[in-house]
C-alpha cells in the first residue's frame, strides 16, 4: 500500500473501528478513488481497505469482489509482492467464510509468485496458511510439512519473532498423532524464544499448547500450571477473548480430576466468551465440554449441549469437532440403553475422525463404536474395531514410550491402560469363539507388562554403551540430580530438582534417538514358544476389570487369568482364574511377612495349606499335563506369592511337581543364553555387620549374630573355589563401600536388615502383622522407629524400601538423615548405580522382593531398582527371613553354586535341600528371578 497516506489525508477523521453513519462515509470515499482520476497504485490500497473493512463486518461477498479488484489492478501493475500479498489476502477471505477449497487455491498462488520473486515473508505465511488448511481438513501428515518448511524459511531469513507460529504449530500436530515427546520439543523452542524476547502474546498462546500436551499425558498438575501461567499472559495482554482457550483446557483437567462443578464454572464462562465474541467454532467446543461434564449429573442435558454443538460444527464444516461431539453422542445413547442410536453415532464418528487424522478421536471412536457394535451382537465388525484400537495403540507406546521420562510415562501409560483391559475382557468372552484371539492378548500383555521400566533400562544402556562424550556428560549431570534427590528427600526444593531431572532424560532420549532409533524390544508369543523346549511352559499372569455384561459399568470387577504357551500350541491357552478380591482375601491386601501369616498362607510340614494352591494353580493343571519346567511371570498381588511353597496335598509342593523359573517377562525366554560364571568372578561380601557408632543413642537395628557365621563360611566356600572375594565386615561395611564396588562385582552378597514400608495410609495396618511372633526368632528387618516414620512419609516408593549398612542406628534415630552414605541405601539409590556388570545380587535380609505394586509394573522396591542397574539375576525375600536358617540358606546355596557353576540351578537344589528340613516359612522366602 505504497499511497496509503493519500487515501488516509482524504479520509482523514475517519474511524476504522466505529460502525456509524461515518462508515459509509469512509466507504464512500474509498469509492470515489476507485473510480477517480488517480494512480492505480493508490487504487489498489483503497480496494484493499474496502476489503478489510467489509472483512471486518463479516460480509465476506463484499469483501471478496474488493479483493478480486485489487488483485486485478496489481497483475496489471505487475507488481508480484503485491499481486502475491492479493492472492493471500483473498485466502484469508475465503477461509473466514470456510471455503477452505477457495482458500487452499489462493494460499498456493501467493507461495508459487512468491517462491518465483524469490519473496520470503509470502512464502513463510502462505506456508503456514496452507498447513492450517490442510489441518482444518484433517490432512494433519500435509500439515505438517508445510508448517516444517514455513519454519526453515523463517529461521533462514533470521526473522527470530515470528519463528513461535510455526514452532507451535508443528507442536500441536505432533499433539493430534499422539506423539508427544516430540510435540514437547517444539513447544519447548517456542517458548524459549518467546521468554527471551518477552513476547507475551507468544507466550499466551505457547502455554495453552503446553497445558493441552500435558493433560493429554495425564499429567494434571503440570497442565494446570500452564493453563494458569496462560490466563495470565492473555490478562497481561488485555484480551479477554482468548481466555476461552485455558478456561476450557481447565475445565477439561479438572473434570478429568472428579472436580465436576469446578470444571463446569471454567466451561460455562468460555461458553460466554465466544457467545460475546460470536466464535462458532468455540461455541461448538463448548457445548462439547459442557455436555462431557453434565453427562453422568444430567445425562438429557449432556445430550442437549452436544446436540446444539453438532449443529454448528457441521454448519461451518469443522470436522475434527463433528467426531469429537458425536463420539460423545454416542456414548450418551450407549448409556441410555439406546444400542442402535450410539452404534449410528459411533459410525459417524469413526468416518468423521478418519478424515480428521486425529489420533485421539480415531481411538476414541474405535472404542464407543466397539461398545455397541458388541453389545448388538455385530461381532466381526466389533472384533475389527477393538484389533484396530490396539494396534493403535502400540503404535503410540513405540513412538512416545521411549522418549519420555520415567514419570511422564507412568501418567502416560494411566491414560491408555483402559483400553488394553477392555480388550483382554473381549478376548476372555471370545476365546472359545475366536481362540486366535489370545496371540494379541499374550502379544500385548509382552508389549506392556514391565513396559517402565523396559523402556528406561533401553535408554540408560543405549547411552552407556555410546562413545559419544555429550550424551555421556549429560548422562552423569542426570545420575547426580537423581542421587542428590534420593540422599536427601527431605530438602526443600525436590521439585525444581525432579523438574531438571526430567528435562535432562528427556533430552537424553531424544539425543540418543536421533542417533540410533532407540526403541523398546519387542517380542511377539510365537517368540517365546520358539524358546522353549518340550515339557516347558511359560505362564503370563495379568489381571484385569472385567464386566459380566459390557454395557453395565456396575459390574466391573478385577479378575486374574493366565496365559499359557507350551511347545506345540496353536494359540496361547487363557485361563481365568479368580477374582482379585478372593486373592486379597487369603492374602491381605497389604504385606503380611510374621512367621504367624505365612504360617496361615503356606501351612507348616507337619499341615500344609492347599487354599492357595487350589485358588491360583488348580484352573491351570489340565493344561500342564507333561510338563516339567515353567517360567511365570507374575501380576499384581502374585508378585507376593512363593510358588514353590503351594502345596498340593499333604506331600506335594509345587516344587515338588516343576521345575519353577521366575520372570519378570516371558519376553526374556525369546533369547535366552545359558549364563555360565566366568573363572575369575569378583564377589564383594556384606556382612557381620556393626549398626552402631560411639555416638549411636539407640539401637533400631540390633547386631545379626547369623550374618557373622554366614559371611565367614560362604568366604571360606569361594576362596576354595580360588573366586577373587572382597569381604566388608563390622564397621568397614558402609553405605559408602557397597556404592564403590558394585559397578565392578560379578556377585553382590548383601547379609544385613531390610525394611519395606507400604504406602503411609496403611502403615498402621501393616504394623498389626509386624509384631513378634511366639517363635524365638531373631530378623533381619527392624523394628518401628523415629527414623522409620520418616521413609514411611515419603511419596517415592523407592524411598521405603532399603538395606541397612554400617552405622545405620545414627540416621534412624535422628529426626533426618544427613544426606549420602549415611548407613541407609534406598532403592531409590540403588537406581543410580550401574551394574550392567553384575550377574547376581543376593539380598540376604528381610522383605527385600516387596515393595508398592502399580499395574503392569510390578513391583517398585529393591528388586525394581536392581533391575533398572542392570543386575541379571536377583535373590530376593517374600517375607521376615529368620536369621539361623537364613545363614544355612545362605551357605548351601554358594555349595551348590562353585559345584555346578551355574546360578539357577544352584538356587533349585538349595530349596529342595531346605524344604526337607524346614516349614515353608524357613525356606520358601527367598526366590530367583531373572
Same mark, same amino acid.
Given at each position: ?16 473501528? =466505529? ?52 488483485? *486485478? ?13 492479493? !492472492? ?23 507461495? *508459487? ?8 515473508r509470502?512464502i513463510?505465511? #502462505? ?40 514452532? /507451535? ?12 515427546? /516430540? ?28 497445558g493441552?500436551s ?19 499472559y492473555y ?61 453422568k ?19 461451518i ?10 463420539? +460423545? ?12 442410536k ?41 472384533? /475389527? ?5 490396539m494396534q493403535? &495403540? ?14 511422564e ?45 523396559k ?73 517365546? =514358544? ?35 504357551? *507350551? ?39 507337619? $499341615? ?24 511365570? #511371570? ?18 506335594v ?54 550374618? &557373622?557365621?554366614?559371611?565367614e563360611?560362604i ?12 569381604y566388608?565386615?563390622?564397621? *568397614? ?10 559397578? $565392578?562385582?560379578?556377585?553382590? !552378597?548383601?547379609?544385613?536388615h ?18 513378634? #511372633? ?34 545405620? +542406628? ?70 521376615q ?8 540358606f ?10 555346578? +557353576?551355574?546360578?539357577?540351578?544352584a ?24
Amino acid at each position: 500500500m505504497k499511497y496509503l497516506w493519500v487515501i488516509c489525508f482524504l479520509i482523514s477523521g475517519v474511524s476504522l473501528a =466505529q460502525l456509524s453513519d461515518k462508515d459509509q462515509h469512509y466507504v464512500d470515499s474509498l469509492l470515489n478513488i476507485t473510480t477517480g482520476d488517480f494512480h492505480d497504485i493508490t487504487k489498489v490500497d483503497a480496494f484493499d481497505l474496502l476489503a478489510i473493512k467489509y472483512r471486518k463486518l463479516k460480509d465476506y461477498k463484499q469483501a471478496t469482489t474488493y479483493f478480486q479488484q485489487s488483485l *486485478q489492478l496489481n497483475e496489471k501493475l505487475n507488481d508480484s509482492v503485491a499481486f502475491a500479498y492479493s !492472492h493471500y489476502d483473498l485466502g484469508v477471505t475465503y477461509y473466514r467464510m470456510r471455503d477452505y477449497d477457495e482458500a487452499y487455491d489462493e494460499f498456493l498462488a501467493c507461495l *508459487q509468485i512468491s517462491e518465483i520473486i524469490p519473496f520470503q515473508r509470502g512464502i513463510a505465511i #502462505s506456508l503456514n496458511s496452507l498447513g492450517l488448511i490442510s489441518k482444518r481438513k484433517g490432512n494433519l501428515d500435509e500439515a505438517l510439512q508445510y508448517y516444517l518448511r514455513s519454519y526453515e524459511v523463517r529461521n533462514a531469513m533470521g526473522d527470530k519473532k515470528s519463528l513461535g507460529t510455526p514452532l /507451535n504449530n508443528i507442536g500441536n500436530i505432533y499433539d493430534e498423532k499422539g506423539d508427544y515427546a /516430540n510435540a514437547f520439543v517444539y513447544y519447548k523452542k517456542a517458548i524459549e524464544i518467546e521468554e527471551e524476547l518477552k513476547d507475551i502474546r507468544g507466550l499466551s498462546i505457547t502455554t495453552t499448547y503446553f497445558g493441552n500436551s500435558y493433560k493429554d499425558q495425564g499429567n494434571y498438575p503440570k497442565a494446570i500450571h500452564y493453563f494458569q501461567q496462560s490466563l495470565g499472559y492473555y490478562r497481561q495482554r488485555g484480551d479477554s477473548s482468548k481466555l476461552k482457550y485455558p478456561l476450557n483446557g481447565l475445565g477439561l483437567v479438572y473434570r478429568r480430576m472428579g472436580e465436576n462443578d469446578k470444571a463446569i464454572r471454567y466451561y460455562q464462562r468460555a461458553l460466554e466468551i465466544n457467545e460475546e465474541i460470536e466464535d462458532p467454532e468455540g461455541i461448538a467446543a463448548s457445548c462439547n465440554n459442557l455436555g462431557l461434564a453434565y453427562n453422568k449429573t444430567d445425562p438429557n442435558k449432556a445430550i442437549d449441549f452436544y446436540n446444539r454443538g453438532l449443529k454448528i460444527s457441521q454448519e461451518i464444516n469443522d470436522v475434527p469437532t463433528i467426531a469429537a461431539l458425536q463420539i +460423545n453422542l454416542s456414548t450418551s445413547y450407549y448409556a441410555k440403553g439406546d444400542y442402535q442410536k450410539a452404534l449410528d453415532y459411533g459410525r459417524q464418528s469413526l468416518e468423521n475422525a478418519r478424515k480428521s487424522e486425529s489420533y485421539n478421536y480415531i481411538t476414541d471412536a474405535l472404542a464407543t463404536t466397539f461398545y455397541s457394535s458388541f453389545t448388538l451382537e455385530k461381532l466381526d465388525e466389533s472384533k /475389527n474395531l477393538i484389533l484396530e484400537l490396539m494396534q493403535l &495403540r502400540n503404535k503410540e507406546i513405540q513412538i512416545n514410550l521411549p522418549l519420555l521420562a520415567e514419570k511422564e510415562k507412568e501418567l502416560y501409560f494411566e491414560i491408555i491402560r483402559s483400553d488394553y483391559e477392555l480388550f483382554y475382557d473381549y478376548a476372555l468372552s471370545q476365546k472359545h469363539k475366536m481362540p486366535e484371539i489370545t496371540d494379541q492378548v499374550y502379544d500385548n500383555v509382552l508389549v506392556t507388562k514391565g513396559l517402565l521400566l523396559k523402556s528406561s533400562t533401553a535408554m540408560r544402556n543405549a547411552v552407556l554403551s555410546s562413545k559419544d562424550s555429550t550424551l555421556m556428560d549429560s548422562y552423569h549431570e542426570w545420575i547426580e540430580l537423581k542421587k542428590k534427590m534420593a540422599e536427601n528427600f527431605g530438602i526443600e526444593n525436590i521439585e525444581e530438582l525432579e523438574d531438571r531431572a526430567n528435562e535432562l532424560e528427556k533430552g537424553l532420549v531424544r539425543a540418543f534417538n536421533e542417533f540410533s532409533g532407540l526403541r523398546i524390544e519387542d517380542h511377539g508369543w510365537k517368540d517365546v =514358544q520358539a524358546g522353549l523346549e518340550k515339557g516347558e511352559a511359560a505362564i503370563e499372569f495379568v489381571r484385569f476389570l472385567h464386566q459380566e455384561n459390557f454395557w453395565v459399568d456396575s459390574l466391573k470387577h478385577e479378575v486374574y487369568c493366565a496365559l499359557i504357551i *507350551q511347545k506345540d500350541y496353536e494359540h496361547p491357552k487363557m485361563i481365568e482364574l479368580f477374582d482379585a478380591s478372593e486373592l486379597e482375601e487369603v492374602l491381605g491386601k497389604y504385606p503380611g511377612t510374621s512367621a504367624t501369616y505365612i504360617e496361615q498362607n503356606y501351612g507348616s510340614k507337619k $499341615q500344609k495349606k492347599s487354599e492357595l494352591y487350589n485358588l491360583i494353580w488348580k484352573p491351570m493343571e489340565k493344561n500342564l499335563k507333561g510338563v516339567s519346567k515353567i517360567y511365570i #511371570s507374575p501380576d499384581g498381588l502374585l508378585h507376593k506369592v512363593s510358588f514353590a511353597a503351594l502345596a498340593k496335598n499333604q506331600k506335594v509342593y509345587l516344587s515338588d511337581l516343576y521345575e519353577i523359573k521366575n520372570i519378570t517377562s516371558s519376553s526374556l525366554i525369546a533369547n535366552a543364553k545359558k549364563h555360565q560364571l566366568s573363572p575369575d568372578t569378583e564377589v564383594s561380601l556384606f556382612g557381620d555387620i556393626v549398626y552402631n557408632t560411639d555416638s549411636s543413642s539407640k539401637e533400631i537395628w540390633n547386631y545379626l549374630e547369623g550374618t &557373622r557365621k554366614e559371611s565367614e563360611e560362604i568366604v571360606q566356600i569361594l576362596e576354595n573355589a580360588h573366586k577373587k572375594v572382597n569381604y566388608y565386615h563390622l564397621n *568397614q561395611a558402609t553405605e559408602e563401600q557397597f556404592k564403590s564396588v558394585a559397578s $565392578q562385582s560379578d556377585i553382590l !552378597h548383601i547379609a544385613t536388615h531390610g525394611f519395606f514400608y507400604p504406602e503411609v495410609d496403611h502403615y498402621l495396618d501393616e504394623y498389626v502383622d509386624r509384631e513378634e #511372633s511366639s517363635l524365638d526368632l531373631v530378623f533381619r528387618g527392624g523394628r518401628q522407629g523415629y527414623g522409620s516414620i520418616k521413609f514411611v512419609e515419603n511419596r517415592n516408593p523407592l524411598m521405603r524400601s532399603g538395606l541397612v549398612f554400617a552405622g545405620a +542406628n545414627d540416621v534412624w534415630s535422628q529426626e533426618l538423615p544427613k544426606g549420602s552414605n549415611d548407613g541407609v541405601l534406598t532403592a531409590a539409590e540403588v537406581a543410580t548405580i550401574d551394574m550392567r556388570k553384575t550377574d547376581l545380587v543376593v539380598l540376604s535380609a528381610c522383605e527385600t522382593g516387596l515393595g508398592d505394586i502399580k499395574g503392569s509394573e510390578g513391583v517398585y522396591g529393591l528388586q525394581r531398582s536392581f533391575k533398572m542397574a542392570g543386575v541379571r539375576y536377583i535373590i530376593m525375600s517374600l517375607w521376615q527371613v529368620p536369621d539361623k536358617e537364613t545363614a544355612e540358606f545362605m551357605t548351601i546355596f554358594y555349595q551348590n553354586l562353585t559345584q555346578f +557353576n551355574d546360578i539357577e540351578v544352584a538356587f533349585s537344589e538349595t530349596q529342595k535341600l531346605m524344604r526337607k528340613k524346614y516349614d515353608p516359612y524357613y525356606w520358601a522366602a527367598f526366590v530367583l528371578i531373572q
